[in-house]
């Protein structure tokens, strides 16, 4: 019996991305990079091959998995655009939304009379939402929404505006997971549908979840 996803390609973004300010300072965020690593190993096991792009990790990539290193989510987006075609894009990676709007070349010092800093930030692109109207658009492309109230709402309107397939969401900031934990809880949102994962380890959530993304892909 072949796998469900046997000959598919799954390219599958994780962890934090790191903005650099200057030679020795830089923005980032509280991502592990664990939820969207168990998503990478979880579809290989289901017999796809998988490219990972990492931001900056302390996980061990796993077996049979491809993995691209990046820093930045300029970085990134080159890594994951270079990727295409796949069948499915999964966006696990929390992608800073804002970028200094330049790096500077020597470190920063402090000004003698002054008691503070204004740094410039500009938006990123959001590679998701370019991922889902590429001209080689995945099959199915999937988001991951992070939300402290208001979860459903929220989700679904990231799953629209930016034309996604599926979005895993998660409520942060409680006591059933989110960043920096092991464990996880998911309510995935379609059009037309909606299904829990977990609470349970982040290994059998993204397995549930790899699941479901075969399901609908077959669908
Ligand atoms: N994402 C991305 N590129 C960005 C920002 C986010 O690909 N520049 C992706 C993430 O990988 C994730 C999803 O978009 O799959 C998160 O959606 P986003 O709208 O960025 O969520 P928030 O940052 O929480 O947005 P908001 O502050 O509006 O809630």
């Not at 792009?53 to 998995?65: F, K, L, N, R």
């Not at 370019?130 to 929220?154: I, K, M, N, Q």
């Not at 309107?157 to 006591?175: E, R, T």
């Amino acid at each position: 019996m072949s796998l469900p996803l046997a000959g598919r390609r799954v390219l599958v973004s994780a962890g934090p991305t790191f903005e650099d300010i200057d030679p020795v300072r830089f923005i980032g965020n509280r991502s592990s990079g664990k939820m969207g690593i168990a998503v990478a190993a979880a579809a290989q096991a289901l017999g796809a091959e998988v490219v990972l792009v990492a931001g900056p990790v302390h996980v061990a990539t796993p077996d049979g998995v491809r993995r691209i290193d990046v820093r930045s989510a300029a970085q990134m987006r080159e890594a994951v655009l270079g990727e295409l075609p796949a069948d499915v894009y999964i966006g696990a990676a929390a992608v800073a939304d804002f970028t200094p709007r330049s790096v500077s070349g020597h470190k920063l010092k402090k000004t003698a009379g002054s008691d503070t800093l204004v740094l410039e930030l500009v938006r990123t692109p959001d590679i998701l939402a370019e991922v889902a109207t590429h001209p080689r658009r995945p099959s199915l492309v999937v988001g991951f929404a992070a939300e402290t109230h208001d979860v459903e709402h929220y989700a679904r309107g990231k799953l629209a505006n930016k034309k996604l397939d599926l979005i895993a969401a998660n409520l942060v900031g409680a006591a059933e997971g989110g960043f920096e934990r092991d464990d996880n809880a998911l309510t995935v949102y379609w059009a037309g549908g909606e299904r829990t994962l977990g609470p349970a380890a982040k290994t059998l959530v993204a397995a549930q979840l790899v699941a479901l993304v075969a399901e609908r892909l077959d669908g």
